[in-house]
């Protein structure tokens, strides 16, 4: 089930978006009975996703890998025995990979007293090796943490406190050059800015070959903007700054709700944030131009008309182009809603935005990656006390990787009969199921592949636009077809 925002749902497996069409495959429970705090998701260095998540219950911190399409394995408890892991509906830990290394940093219960610890996997996933702490305080605390992994170097950046009360809360930077095993002497972050960081939203780091990001919301005299400062010596230093949001939110009370944030290829950053205006709640999604120092395209992601009460929690992912953004907001109940472009943030309409909900209750707190040319998301499934997972595939060319494709359909257009080619041999069974336009399904063929390639007939179909969805064990891949 699919709902879409407007007066009237449809139950369709296709939805329009930026004259695109996307698949919006079934809802899979990741994991249930282990707790469902803030998850987060990201892509793994042999082409899988990982999900953590924490449990309020035990004071856990949980990892499952992706095993097959929508399919999950068992869950690792990554916090050993005698470390309870700080866990919070509205934040948690994070998780960072570089090719065959994960890194996931989390906080140690306790408000006063918990610690920063890292814990690294050096096989994608499959297995874990014992905790490192990360901070060293002599007095007050460290909490918030965020990781990103650049090459040789671990980035962390954490809120540091002056003393035990909460004073002069602002983030600092740490990073390890022995694949964090140490980590160095934090380097002052948001403290540029003169002011204080606000003291219970999560930041965001991102990096690449030029800079060091960190996006955080700020707090002057309870005015609560996203500001990011920037490192251009791989955080050594922080000796710049930009303002990605200037809407003047203020409040007496942090809202818990900070930034995402995606670096593009062009010196562009993209971030995605809550806020008010006129005291509407708002998500934007803002591209910023970090070397002219401009906001090229900002977006206001709700459509308009609708009511933004409950609107907060946006997360943004970017791959070569495609740009896709998933936020909670008010429907039945708690609702995950979802936009997305192939032509980056320009090309995001408000009014494309659908409902991802399935079922009744409250649903919070997603996440999104860019993989294979699809969206993955997780969320929480409030009511059932799961962790879930929807995976969205485009039925357009979404920019991806040469590398990272299983097939291509030759030729387009064509008359009576199309081939899918592999990039090696195969020898398995193939499901191919062809629809509509409309998303009917019009053709379903389970054919043996042996050998490079396969063909399919479409002589019998009118012409016109088809998808062609081709899965054989793991691997799936959807093209448009044109039939003449």
């Known amino acids: 089930m699919i709902k879409v925002i407007l007066p009237v749902l449809f139950f369709v497996p296709f939805i329009a978006v930026n004259a695109q069409n996307f698949n919006v495959n079934n809802h899979i429970t990741v994991a249930t009975g282990l707790g469902n705090y803030h998850p987060q998701v990201e892509v793994l260095g042999d082409n899988k996703i990982g999900i953590i998540w924490t449990d309020a219950a035990g004071d856990d911190l949980y990892f499952v890998k992706q095993t097959g399409i929508d399919a999950f394995g068992t869950p690792i408890q990554l916090n050993p025995a005698g470390l309870a892991a700080q866990d919070y509906n509205w934040c948690g830990p994070d998780l960072a990979t570089w ?17 920063i610890y890292v814990v690294k996997s050096t096989d994608n996933g499959q297995s874990f090796g014992d905790t490192v702490r990360v901070d060293n305080l002599a007095v007050g605390y460290a909490q918030f943490p965020d990781i990103a992994i650049y ?9 540091e406190h002056d003393d035990v009360s909460g004073t002069n809360p602002q983030y600092v930077l740490t990073r390890s050059f022995d694949g ?20 219970c939203c999560q930041p965001e780091i991102v990096v690449d070959d030029k800079k060091v990001m960190i996006f955080f919301r700020n707090n002057i005299s309870n005015t609560r903007e996203i500001k990011a400062v920037i490192s251009y010596d791989r955080g050594a230093t922080f000796t710049d700054w930009i303002s990605v949001d200037d809407h003047n939110l203020v409040l007496a009370a942090c809202p818990s709700s900070g930034a995402d944030a ?25 591209e910023y131009n970090v070397t002219t120092d401009v906001s090229e395209n900002m977006i206001d992601i709700y459509m308009a008309g609708a009511s933004n009460t409950g609107i907060n929690y946006p997360q943004v992912a970017y791959y070569n182009g495609a740009t ?7 429907g039945q109940s708690t609702d995950i809603y979802f936009n997305a472009s192939s032509t980056g943030v320009a090309g995001i309409i408000p009014t494309n935005a659908i409902n991802l909900t399935d079922t009744l209750g409250s649903q919070s707190k997603p996440d999104i990656v860019i993989l294979n040319g699809q969206f993955h998301i997780v969320y929480t499934q409030l009511s059932g006390n799961e962790v879930r997972y929807v995976r ?11 590398a990272l494709i299983w097939c291509k359909l030759f030729p387009n257009p064509t008359k009576d009969f199309a081939t899918i080619q592999f990039n090696q041999p195969q020898d398995e069974q193939i499901t191919i199921k062809i629809y509509s336009a409309k998303g009917d399904l019009v053709q379903l063929l389970d054919q043996n592949i042996q050998g490079n390639s396969t063909t399919i007939d479409l002589s019998k179909l009118e012409n016109g636009n088809y998808l062609v969805n081709a899965v054989a064990g793991d691997k799936e891949e959807n093209f448009r077809i044109t039939k003449q």
């Not at 090719?99 to 610690?115: A, K, P």
């Not at 090459?151 to 809120?159: E, G, I, L, Q």
């Not at 964090?180 to 204080?196: K, M, N």
């Open 392 to 402: 969205i595939g485009s039925l357009v060319d979404v920019p991806e990787s040469p």
């Open 324 to 330: 896709a953004i998933v936020w909670e907001a008010l």
């Open 180 to 199: 964090g095993l140490t980590f160095d002497t934090p380097t002052t972050g948001s403290a540029i800015l003169g002011y204080e960081a606000c003291d």
């Open 262 to 286: 995606r670096l593009t290829d062009n010196d562009r950053v993209i971030s995605a944030y809550r806020t008010a205006v006129g005291g509407v709640g708002k998500v934007f999604l803002n």
């Open 151 to 159: 090459n040789d170097t671990v980035f962390v950046v954490m809120m």
């Open 99 to 115: 090719q065959n290394d994960v890194y996931v940093i989390f906080r140690s219960l306790g408000f006063e007293t918990g610690h």
